[in-house]
């Protein structure tokens, strides 16, 4: 065990997207400098943003450690592999859910005069019966995780209900090592639950879903008049019985943990008002405010930092033109803006050259620099709903204008300056001319200074650095520290 502060500590990150991936490269880089042995292992869906995110750690300093989790499993495989048979409930589940799961087939999907081989083999039972496999098989995976890398401390940026990185966390901490959540999204359940009532699976339909309901209040919840369930009810039943039920499934970053490291008062707060234990709670700082400290300056004269939002592929549907309207509304929003000077389009990772050729023609400077680069100095930033780098410009003493691009929340969670709180320190809004206004008012000095005054309001001040000192701090903590 690695409690001592001359040892080195192992430590295994597990990364499920962008967000996650990119705070977690950023705390192996700085943990793998002063020496510790950091492990990452990643799972995404998009092979090619899975292969950035080790291609990240790697540069990090992090020993890349592959991973079959989440990959599905045949059947088959169950004969062969006793790893797999040690982590299924045979007594209860096959019977069960596989009848349930016929006469669900049957009545959902309307196949009552359908062949028998069909009931029985058809879509809805291999689901049930593919999630069912996915589990054991990812509890075994975690297993080998664990017995590969040998961590000190298993290290979370996200994770929710149903993902691998809260399989990960429950089993580490059942073979008794320590795990640490260091979120890099903040927790809006409420967001979630309203996204959640808008899908038919989630509702509460029928007899079935209606008992699940009622023997797990936990998983189920109620927004504008509609009561719907986590998941499907029986992904509810699999989950709670392979015993990979998170604290709280509607809140991400609620697995088992034995320390949340978060970035400030304001988060710490939040996660007290969601029922977190306030002794798991660790005010550290973020890594990135450490990187602001170093490049902190007071805000220059007209410089705008733009956050480009990325091509969402299932959202941009909704709005007209597609993302080529997006951009074309972008460009309306800031070019001949008064007061501005300079327009710095921050890019996604991912974002196709050719989308930007109109921000270029329209006289933005392109940088591919990371954010946290570009904040330090700037009059003003103009993010978008959904973006973990909202807060950064907080961090950074800059104005934060939230545009929602892609009506994540049409009028759910537009604010003025005089109504931003420590949960949400940005003015967010939707319609295109009222994100210029607000824009041109926070380059005026007046303007200026009323945000100002707002941020020494909520207590936000700029970064002054030790973020990661009080990281690694903790994480030795966990190390020494006999699990809770």
Partial sequence: MSADTGTPLRLLFFALDSASGEAGKRLAAGLSARGHRCFASVYNRDEALEARLKAGF?????NVVETRAMRGVPLRQFLVDPRLRKEVHWYHLPIALVAAAVFWCARVAQIDRAPVFWRIFGRGPQTVLRTWAGLASDKA?????????RPDVVVLHHDYAGHFSTTLAIVARREGVRVAIIPALYPEPELLVRALARRPQ??????????????RPDWRAQTDGVTILRYEWWRVELLVSFGLAPRQPFVHQSCPADAVLLPDAAMAARY?????????????????????????SPASEGRVVVAVPPDQSAAKEKIDGGYQGLIARLIEICTGLPGCTQLVASVHPKQDEAALAPLIAAGFDISRQPLSALLPGAAAMLGYVGSSTLRWGTWAATPVIAWDAYGYEPGQGEHTLDAISPIRPWVQITATHQVRSALAQALTADGAAAWRSAYTRLGLTPPDGGALDSIEAVLRELAGSQLR
């Fill in 58 to 62: 790697s540069q990090a300093g992090a």
């Fill in 141 to 149: 995976e975690a297993r080998r995780l664990l017995e590969e890398t």
């Fill in 202 to 215: 989630n509702m509460i339909l029928n007899a079935r879903s209606r008992a699940v309901a009622k023997r």
């Fill in 272 to 296: 007290s008002e969601l029922g977190f234990d306030p002794a798991l709670l660790k005010v550290t700082g973020s890594v990135v405010q450490d990187e602001l400290a170093m490049e902190y």
